[in-house]
Nanobody
Framework: QVQLIESGGGLVQAGDSLRLSCAPT????????MGWFRQAPGKERDFVAA????????RYLDDVKGRFTISRDNVKDTVFLQMNSLKPEDTAVYYC???????????????WGQGTQVTVSS
């Protein structure tokens, strides 16, 4: 059973940066896309960003374009989400997820991490 482990969340002030990381507990011997989603209290889980296996193509939620950057290191089997200029409305639990192809639909993702809390104070 594949498990994804996120790290890097925390409590920061508005305007600060954080970098989230996500890696599987077992080596993924196949090409795959990775995505980040977030869920704020009382809200649905929303797509944030996703990246193809090659790293050439990525997709972002409009609200994070220009502030967040998704990247990956396939040697280390790790995906990153660099979050700059954080805003209080970015506060949520952030989840990484695995999909066979690039998608912004949560239903296309087969494996999920447990989530890491990001809290941005004003």
């Amino acid at each position: 059973q594949v498990q994804l482990i996120e790290s890097g969340g925390g409590l920061v002030q508005a305007g600060d940066s954080l970098r989230l990381s996500c890696a599987p507990t077992v080596r993924m011997n196949t090409k795959y896309a990775m995505g980040w989603f977030r869920q704020a209290p009382g809200k649905e889980r929303d797509f944030v960003a996703a990246i193809t296996w090659s790293g050439i193509t990525s997709r972002y939620l409009d609200d994070v374009k220009g502030r967040f950057t998704i990247s990956r290191d396939n040697v280390k089997d790790t995906v990153f989400l660099q979050m700059n200029s954080l805003k209080p409305e970015d506060t949520a639990v952030y989840y990484c997820a695995w999909a066979p192809i690039l998608s912004d639909a949560a239903a296309r993702y087969e494996y999920w991490g447990q989530g890491t809390q990001v809290t941005v104070s004003s």
